[in-house]
Structure formats: C-alpha cells, structure tokens
C-alpha cells in the first residue's frame, strides 16, 4: 500500500523560511515523479513543482520560482519542499503526490501538512 | 498556461440523479486531463485519467469523455458518498493547472 507522510508545516513570519518533508513507502520510490501541490483556506487546488525520477528536471510554479526548491532523496525514500522568503499567500495545505505513470497527474496524495505564514 | 474552467462551480443534486460536469481547456490539450473528487478536510483522490480513463478501484458510475478543449465528467446515478468537491487537472504542459472545482452539494 502507497503511504505518503508528510511533515515540517507549522506557524512561520513573513520572510521565514520552512522546510518540508514527504516520507514515502509502499512503491518504488525512484522510479516515480513526486510532486508538491498546494490548496489555500477555503480554495482550489494549485500545483507548486515536480521532479522526475532521478532528480534531473524539477519545474515549478510561476507562484514560487526562486523562493522554493524542490529535492529528494532516493536513498531514503524522502520528498523535500525547501521554501524561502514566505509570503502571507503562501499559506495552504501541502500536498505530497506521487504521479501515476510519470505523466502529470497523481494517483496517491499524503494526508498534507498546513503552513500558515503571518506575524 | 493553459487555463483549466470547471462549470458549474456549485451543483445541487440529489441521490440518484445523473450528474454531468464540464471543463474547458484554453488550449487543446491532447486528452492529458483528469478528474479528482475531494472531500472536506482529505487529499484529491484520483477519478479519471487520459479523460475517459477509470481509475483502478473507482465506481463504473464514474465517467469522463471529451478531447480537444472540452471535457466531461458525469456520474450515472448519484450516490451519498459523491457529495464532494470535484477538480479537472490538465497535464498536457508545464505549469500543470487546475480547474477552479464544482461542488457537488
């Protein structure tokens, strides 16, 4: 069985930075994207980065290009989102996402971690 | 980026009933969209993928059609545990974009 289990969300100031982690088990960990996704308060879903298998290709958001690093660690099983110089609008549910066939869409999600960043 | 439009945003419905909604791409997309059904305060489970594809271990009363621009999802025959919030997802290009979600209520 697919388990994603994130972790790091929490209160952060304006300008803070956070990092978090998605520990994932059930699958072959280094053959997939993973993905980070994002839902705000009361609002929709928003994609914020991928990084294929291997680490080699990592897009992201025009939302949070520059500020957010997308990384993992195949040797431990591990999805991290660094996030830099966080903003009020940054504050949202994370979502860790496996992709189902590394094509763009995402058939397992962990249960989110939430940031809320203010002062 | 390709615009993902979900309409309605919010759809009264009762069991039973068949539900359609729809989605419409601001480009041709190739058929890369899928559906997701979330509930309150849980993840996006996966519906339909390629547009009319049925997730594994997702109800038959599920189904997705559509290419091009336009797409559908529809629920044969509504049931108590569909009353969720329901997101199309292109992926046919970077930044993968959602549709704002229909409420089905």
């Known amino acids: 069985e697919v388990q994603l289990l994130e972790s790091g969300g929490g209160l952060v100031q304006p300008g803070g930075s956070l990092r978090l982690s998605c520990a994932a088990s059930?699958?072959?960990?280094?053959?997939?994207?993973m993905a980070w996704v994002r839902q705000a308060p009361g609002k929709g879903l928003e994609w914020v980065s991928v990084?294929?298998?291997?680490?080699?290709?990592?897009p992201y958001a025009a939302s949070v290009k520059g500020r957010f690093t997308i990384s993992r660690d195949n040797s431990k099983n591990t999805l991290y989102l660094q996030m830099n110089s966080l903003r009020a609008e940054d504050t949202a549910v994370y979502y860790c996402?496996?992709?189902?066939?590394?094509?763009?869409?995402?058939?397992?999600w962990g249960q989110g971690t939430l940031v809320t960043v203010s002062s | 980026d390709i615009q993902m439009t979900q309409s309605p945003s919010t759809l009264s419905a009762s069991v039973g009933d068949r539900v359609t909604i729809t989605c419409r791409a601001s480009?041709?997309?190739?058929?890369?969209l899928a559906w997701y059904q979330q509930k309150p305060g849980k993840a996006p489970n996966l519906l339909i993928y390629?547009?009319?594809s049925l997730e594994s271990g997702v109800p038959s009363r599920f189904s997705g059609s559509g290419s091009g621009t336009d797409f559908t999802l529809t629920i044969s025959s509504l049931q108590p545990g569909d009353f969720a919030t329901y997101y199309c997802?292109?992926?046919?290009?970077?930044?993968?974009?959602f549709g704002g979600g229909t409420k089905v209520e």
């Open positions: 996402a496996k992709e189902r066939t590394n094509e763009g869409h995402f058939d397992s």
């Open positions: 990084i294929i298998a291997d680490g080699s290709r990592t």
């Open positions: 390629k547009a009319s």
């Open positions: 480009q041709t997309i190739n058929n890369w």
């Open positions: 997802q292109q992926y046919d290009s970077y930044p993968l974009t």
């Open positions: 059930g699958f072959i960990f280094n053959n997939y994207a």
